[in-house]
Nanobody, 115 residues
């Protein structure tokens, strides 16, 4: 079955960086656009950005210029490089297809940015 496993989260100071990974299995990763999403405490899950099968990317305004999405189809892995982090980036981060599959949500990885 479809499985998406996120990792790489942690606690970081404002201005710092983190790189998240998402390993996909159970489907043909290379033929799907993929996205990153996040859910902050008390808020709805929101879209962060996406990458097409050809490597084209687009981002939410709130992360544009700070976050970079990439993919390695040989490893069935999606990445999210996050730079210049601020406390508003604190959330659980998820990967999924773009648009997201209802059954594609994993456990996510917690990112906490301290001020």
């Amino acid at each position: 079955q479809v499985q998406l496993v996120e990792s790489g989260g942690g606690l970081v100071q404002a201005g710092g960086s983190l790189r998240l990974s998402c390993v996909a299995s159970g489907f043909t990763f290379r033929i799907y656009s993929m996205g990153w999403y996040r859910q902050a405490p008390g808020k709805q899950r929101e879209w962060v950005g996406a990458i097409s099968i050809n490597g084209g990317t687009n981002y939410a305004d709130s992360v544009q210029g700070r976050f970079t999405i990439s993919r390695d189809n040989a490893k069935n892995t999606l990445y999210l490089q996050m730079n210049s982090l601020n406390p508003e980036d604190t959330a659980v981060y998820y990967c999924n297809t773009q648009p997201p599959w209802r059954t594609g949500w994993g456990q996510g990885t917690q990112v906490t940015v301290s001020s």
